[in-house]
């Protein structure tokens, strides 16, 4: 395996960036971040629409660039290094169940738009107690006499009250066909639909959303019968987690680097404190967990592209991720001194999308016992 870049990949990562640092400042972070602000950017969105960020991975026949999971996660690490509102993750992640089990009607209902720019998308899939096993989701889906009926509720929702879609995974009643698990298509206007937003640590946006025999029409269950809808759901939920744990490393990457330019330019004792072995030895130590983070995420990316099996690839990238971004922070933060641990700083920025994103998709704990599970050392 050649875990380098090609030179078309490494000159869209620095078109990524470049764009990013003109239309996306920490004044904009700023901005969307909640409580106050909305949590999403129209203006940028159309930016990474027209770049065609959106289309990146899926072929040309469903509207896409037919690039790759590999070019995808180059931009999605810069997407975490800039500190991207949470819409982008979260649409992407209904584009990749759809285009895995969504009918051609269903692509061309609803694939097409999101990947133009027009719709937002988001996936409820957590409960109380199955975060992570889809056999003990207590959502319900049941058949209608036209289309189905959908009772229950997810937690945690990212941007649940700002998409136009919501891709719901739950249960098929038992006494229903197709069996198993469903992924139900929904809008927020639906009669039956209520959301209450949580408060979250890293200032993005999460609801609670409760499904009250919600109506949806007969083309709103994803993949039908016979459609293999759990092993679709846990591939796709293998590449969220990926491309999770590469806009992890891009957010490291940048704390890294702002850390860097600051111990650089701050004297104490009439010398730059970054010249002090104290500070440097810090500072290694982060930069190499990161680059670690960096090498397995692209590890699991490449399986994954290749079709290979990579549960194992996934939990280490994903867990290393998580590691690395909360201790770069935690570092920078101390190697700031005292103006590291105020707000009118952009510092903290990052260290609160460091600590939520450590949440998403597997906790770095969660991902280690799944890692000693796969193993065979539990």
Request: proline share 3%; hydrophobic share 45%.
């Amino acid at each position: 395996m050649d875990v380098g870049l090609s030179p078309e990949q490494l000159s869209l990562a620095e078109a990524s960036r470049q764009m990013l640092a003109r239309q996306w400042t920490t004044a904009g972070v700023r901005a969307a971040a909640l409580p106050d602000g909305p949590g999403h950017s129209p203006e940028l969105w159309k930016q990474l629409a027209d770049a065609g960020w959106l289309r990146l991975p899926f072929p040309e026949s469903a509207g896409g660039d037919g690039g790759s999971l590999i070019e995808l996660g180059v931009v999605v690490r810069e997407v975490g290094r800039a500190l991207v509102p949470t819409t982008f993750a979260s649409t992407l992640h209904a584009a990749l169940l759809l285009w895995e089990l969504g009918s051609v009607e269903q692509q061309e209902r609803w694939l097409r738009p999101i990947l133009n720019g027009e719709l937002l998308a988001t996936v409820a899939y957590a409960e109380a107690a199955a975060v992570h096993d889809p056999a003990a989701y207590q959502a319900t889906v049941r058949r209608l006499a036209v289309g189905w009926s959908l009772s229950g509720r997810k937690l945690f929702v990212e941007n649940g009250s700002l998409s136009k879609l919501i891709l719901v995974a739950c249960r098929v009643a038992p006494d229903q066909v197709p069996k198993g698990l469903g992924i139900c298509a929904v809008t927020p206007d639906d009669e039956g639909v209520s959301f209450s937003r949580h408060a979250t640590f890293g200032h993005d946006l999460q609801d609670e959303i409760t499904f009250a025999e919600v109506a949806s029409g007969a083309g709103s269950l994803l993949g039908g019968e016979g459609a293999d809808v759990l092993r679709g759901w846990r591939h796709v939920t293998e590449v969220v987690t990926v491309l999770a744990s590469l806009e992890m490393v891009g957010g490291a990457q940048a704390v890294i680097d702002r850390t860097a330019q600051y111990v650089t330019g701050r004297h104490a004792f009439g010398k730059p404190i970054g010249s002090f072995q104290a500070v440097q030895h810090h500072l290694a130590n982060a930069a190499m967990a990161v680059k670690g983070a960096d090498l397995a995420a692209w590890q699991a990316a490449w399986r994954l592209a290749e079709g290979l099996s990579a549960a194992r690839e996934v939990s280490i990238a994903k867990a290393s991720a998580g590691r690395a971004y909360k201790e770069a922070t935690v570092i920078a933060h101390q190697l700031h001194g005292g103006m590291g641990y105020i707000e009118e700083t952009d510092l903290h920025l990052w260290s609160r999308r460091a600590i939520a994103a450590d949440l998403r998709h597997g906790s770095a704990a969660y991902h280690m016992q799944r890692l000693a599970e796969l193993v065979g050392a539990l």
